[in-house]
């Protein structure tokens, strides 16, 4: 029976916290303001002698506003340098079509011993897929795999730059 009760407590409790919860969220928003605007420019006096020129319909972009790219990549294979890890030499190549990242392979890796391999076979794909999924070399490294993730990151950002990719 005391069991019984302390879970109907413990649902009650939670129920409480959660409408809590919820209610203190939907107060919370309507605080929140933007940071990004910009404030209107001054308006220029009128000129002298009476005319009346249309105001200045011209407006500058907004600071938050991304920057046009200045290089666009070119499609084809590219390798990257031969970067060195504790445990041997990494080397990644890319292949770039229609502008996006479509593969990522490893004509070189580490593999010096046993415990390397199968540091390589787990690391690898797991890489590949976040690096293929960011477009980028910007993803983590894989947790137990850093000597390795850090060796091909940096080989993968070489090829990304010979490709003038910037992802």
């Known amino acids: 029976m005391r069991i019984r009760a302390f879970f109907v407590a413990a649902a009650a409790s939670g129920v409480v916290i959660l409408t809590g919860w919820e209610m ?34 011209a407006t500058t972009p907004s600071p938050s506003a991304p920057a046009a790219a200045t290089t666009s990549s070119t499609d084809g294979t590219f390798t990257g340098a031969l970067e060195q890890s504790p445990f041997g030499t990494v080397q990644v190549s890319v292949t770039i079509t229609g502008g996006k990242l479509t593969d990522v392979k490893t004509p070189q890796l580490t593999e010096t011993d046993g415990h390397s391999q199968r540091i390589d ?47």
């Open 24 to 57: 203190g969220a939907q107060h919370a928003t309507p605080m929140i303001a933007s940071s990004t605007t910009t404030p209107p420019a001054p308006s220029a006096p009128a000129p002298q002698g009476g005319s009346t020129a249309a105001p200045s319909t």
């Open 121 to 167: 076979d787990y690391a690898i794909p797991i890489l590949r897929s976040s690096v293929l999924g960011a477009q980028s070399a910007k993803v983590n490294s894989v947790s137990g795999a850093t000597y390795t993730s850090d060796a091909y990151l940096q080989s993968l950002q070489s090829a990304l730059d010979k490709a003038h990719f910037a992802g």
